[in-house]
């Protein structure tokens, strides 16, 4: 584990860094950096402390640093020692008021924000009015002592995206934003977008170790295209390309026996509805009328594992952690509200536990299934995907053959899992990875930046 080191601050105008004396043993170093900031300095072994960096008002004033007493790392290269790192998280949606100054995600940001402590990094939130392009500064949002705070911090070593939709990651002035930082200033930035459905399906296509994972998948083509695979699998579902929270999603299924076709779907009101139609060309007139198909998929219907009669899937978090390494952070099954033609809580689904619902043999048998088949998954997005990639949610199925399949790959995952009172230390844990992971890229960045841009 990295060591990390109180940053105390001195009340004097010094350009002397104490530290101590195992972290500049037999190192040449003349500078210390905070984020994009950097000065020449001294610096002197500290007298009796092993655990903290000193630095004077001077320095602090200089670098911009916020004295919020977190133990931070630190890194040597090129005769620059850095501390930090400073991790910026880039969203939209702010309002006027440091009370609530992200809105409804004000909770959601506050929670990721205090694990600081426990990881080691110094992590603000901005969006693209808190930057100062000339000089090279941003006012961000911190949380200390359980309130929100404004300081003028440097540029940070590493950004971690969580913009809240497609609108606003498409739009051009965020966008200017992103390019900027990662081509310019040459910053990591990761989680940099959500996934296309049928472009993630035909990605992960070409990888033969997890294509026995992936249902056919093909854009809308015409209705003769959904007979053959009605005909073959029974029933299939539509879904929008760019869709998230199970919205616009419709199970179609047709009764062979008296050549009737159904499909199930949820209104705008939240009711759940399956209706019945004498073909396909029917149910597409009066159930697909205002929707562009275009814009539509189409994906095998699967014979999903049920309890009491509804349809179980689940949810799989995997994140990158401080090696850079994928580890599964948190797994939970999420059962069909009836009638319902997903598992989502909106739709009447619950969230449960594997042990909940299986027995204990079979719960960690279908916990290594999910481990394995989303560890690969995760692997294989990463190598076919732009970007850096550091955490996914999988919306995985388990058939009554005990196969596992993916319906969906989430690149900003949803938490409505944790709502679950079991499930909250994996709450803690997702949060804590997804920050430790900054801190790995801070540090390939400032020591190995070729392995980062390669």
């Not at 053959?228 to 616009?248: A, C, D, E, I, R």
């Not at 899992?417 to 994996?426: G, K, N, Q, V, W």
């Not at 801070?442 to 070729?450: Q, V």
Request: proline share 5%; hydrophobic share 40%; with cysteine.
């Amino acid at each position: 584990m990295r060591k990390r080191y109180l940053i105390e601050v001195a009340p004097n105008d010094q350009m002397i860094v104490f530290c101590p004396k195992s972290l500049i043993k037999d190192k040449a170093i003349k500078r210390i950096a905070f984020g994009s900031k950097s000065m020449a300095v001294d610096f002197y072994p500290h007298p009796d402390r092993n655990d903290r960096i000193v630095i004077s008002n001077g320095i602090q004033k200089v670098l911009l640093f916020p004295n919020l007493h977190l133990p931070l790392h630190a890194f040597i290269e090129n005769e620059v020692l850095t501390i930090g790192p400073l991790v910026g998280i880039f969203t939209s949606g702010f309002t006027s008021t440091l009370v609530q100054p992200i809105g409804e995600r004000t909770l959601f940001f506050s929670k990721l924000l205090s694990v600081n402590k426990p990881v080691g990094a110094l992590t603000f939130v901005f969006g693209e009015q808190h930057i100062d392009w000339e000089q090279g500064i941003i006012e961000g949002y911190f949380i200390h002592q359980s309130k929100w705070l404004k300081y003028k911090v440097p540029f940070p070593n590493v950004i971690y995206d969580r913009l809240p939709n497609r609108r606003s990651e498409n739009n051009p002035k965020l966008k200017k934003v992103k390019e900027r930082l990662q081509k310019e200033y040459l910053i990591p930035w990761y989680n940099p977008g959500f996934f296309n459905k049928l472009d993630i399906y035909e990605r992960l296509l070409q990888v033969s170790s997890v294509e026995n994972y992936l249902p056919e998948t093909h854009p809308f083509i015409s209705f003769s295209h959904i007979e053959t695979m009605l005909s073959k699998y029974g029933h299939v579902y539509m879904k929008p390309k760019n869709g998230s929270l199970g919205l616009g999603i419709h199970q179609i299924i047709f009764d062979k026996r008296t050549n009737d076709y159904y499909c199930r779907y949820q209104e705008k009101d939240d009711v759940n509805r399956l209706r019945k139609f004498p073909s396909l060309e029917k149910l597409f007139e009066i159930v697909f009328a205002s929707q562009p198909l275009d814009r539509m998929v189409v994906q095998q219907g699967i014979h999903l594992l049920r309890i009491d009669q509804r349809a179980v899937d689940f949810r799989v978090h995997t994140n990158k952690d401080e090696d850079g390494n994928w580890r599964v952070s948190a797994i939970a099954a999420k059962v069909s509200g009836a009638g319902s033609v997903t598992t989502h809580k909106r739709s009447g689904g619950e969230i449960k536990t594997m042990e909940e619902i299986f027995s204990k043999e079979l719960s960690q048998e279908y916990t290594k299934k999910l481990e394995d088949a989303a560890l690969q998954l995760s692997e294989a997005l990463e190598l076919n995907t732009e970007g850096i990639i550091g955490e996914i949610g999988f919306d995985l199925g388990i058939d009554r053959n005990g196969d596992v399949w993916l319906f969906e790959a989430n690149s900003k995952p949803g938490r409505s899992i944790f709502s679950h009172p079991d499930l909250r230390a994996f709450d803690l844990l997702t949060r804590k990875l997804s920050i430790a992971f900054a801190v790995y890229l801070a540090e390939k960045a400032l020591l190995h930046p070729e392995e980062l841009y390669k």
